[in-house]
């Protein structure tokens, strides 16, 4: 089945030690994003790539960062990061063939920051 | 200021019980999505409005598109413990442009 997969599904990290999520994709969408979800919110969103082209929010942090090195995969890279940080990261595609901009979720991975 | 107003914010009930959730804008969407998301998941998309006045049902989950494409509203009849989640409204002000999130609703349902 065509899914989008995140991995890990929980992670646990240092203050201020770096981590890096990761997302693939076999939905072979153009789109692809990162959201922070804190408990019983709405996802935030971070940044996305519309194919090889890094969209950044006005408000994501400089300590976020992004890959995209081909279509399937995406990397969230927190560089440093603070109790803050602690919260669900979401990736999702979405086809911009459809203008209705339906987005795909992965499950999520759970960051825990220590 | 929040583009999409969702209300209400938690909501707990007994099976049975039907309930409805409503999602208010001041602006014109062209679309608008309905997403539920199990604790631990991430969100899946239930149904996308895309024609003022447009009602959509799956199974006991009835949607609704206002006629002025300004809001939605969820209504759950006889609501089950597996209803249980977030429900997250979403919309596309113009078509290619980003997906705008309500707050959310968090409904609970017990036995």
């Known amino acids: 089945d065509a899914m989008v997969i995140q991995n890990p599904r929980y992670q646990v990290t240092q203050f201020g030690k770096p981590v890096t999520l990761s997302c693939s994709q076999t939905l072979n969408h153009n789109v692809m994003y990162w959201y922070q979800q804190k408990s019983s919110q709405a996802p935030k969103l971070l940044f996305h790539y519309y194919d090889k082209d890094f969209n950044n929010e006005a408000d994501t942090p400089d300590n976020f960062q992004s890959r995209r090195p081909n279509t399937s995969f995406c990397f969230l890279d927190i560089r440093s990061p603070g109790l803050g940080d602690a919260a669900m990261y979401l990736c999702?595609?979405?086809?911009?063939?459809?203008?209705?901009?339906?987005?795909?979720f992965g499950p999520g991975t759970r960051l825990t920051v220590l | 200021t929040q583009l999409l107003e969702q209300s209400p914010q938690f909501l707990s009930i007994q099976e049975g019980e039907n309930l409805t959730v409503y999602c208010n804008s001041s602006s014109v969407f062209s679309s608008l999505q309905w997403y539920r998301q199990e604790p631990g998941e991430g969100p899946v998309l239930l149904v996308t409005v895309v024609t003022g006045g447009e009602v959509k049902k799956l199974k006991r989950l009835t949607f609704q598109f206002g006629d002025a494409r300004k809001d939605s509203s969820l209504h759950i009849t006889a609501a089950q413990p597996g209803d249980t989640g977030l429900y997250l409204c979403?919309?596309?002000?113009?078509?290619?442009?980003?997906?705008?999130f309500g707050k959310g609703t968090t409904l609970s349902v017990s036995s």
């Open positions: 999702a595609t979405s086809s911009y063939r459809g203008s209705y901009n339906e987005q795909f």
């Open positions: 979403a919309g596309v002000r113009q078509a290619g442009t980003a997906l705008i």
